[in-house]
């Protein structure tokens, strides 16, 4: 994947994505080793390059879209969207702070005896 940017993207693109992190969700509730979780968490949560970073990215990329597009009409429902998908972005670009849980997550001393049951799983 590169971060060059592409006028050639799909809807079910978009879906796939989507896809590929119901996916993980389905992964993790399989209670995979912390080694083999690890990285999946550390590409999801990276600061950078993560799904808030990006995520965060293209809600402010349909916010500005919106706010240029000359046929969508400046009602103050659309306004309040704008404002919702910018206020979305700034939610997601707080999340980008997961990235420092890594760290205590990969130093931590493994865990002997069987995880008590959590209440979302």
């Known amino acids: 994947m590169t971060d060059e940017p592409t006028t050639q993207l799909t809807a079910e693109e978009i879906r796939a994505s989507a896809q590929t992190l119901h996916r993980l969700a389905a992964h993790l509730r399989t209670g995979p080793s912390l080694a083999d979780a690890l990285p999946l968490i550390a590409a999801l949560v990276d600061a950078d390059t993560g799904t808030a970073a990006r995520l965060g990215e293209a809600l402010r990329g349909i916010a500005r879209y919106l ?39 990969r130093t931590a001393s493994v865990r002997r005896a069987p995880a008590q049951a959590v209440p979302w799983r």
């Open 67 to 105: 706010a240029q597009e000359t046929t969508v009409p400046r009602t103050e429902t659309v306004e309040t969207t704008l404002g919702e998908y910018i206020e979305a972005a700034s939610v997601l670009q707080d999340l980008r702070l997961l990235d420092l849980t890594l760290e205590p997550l």
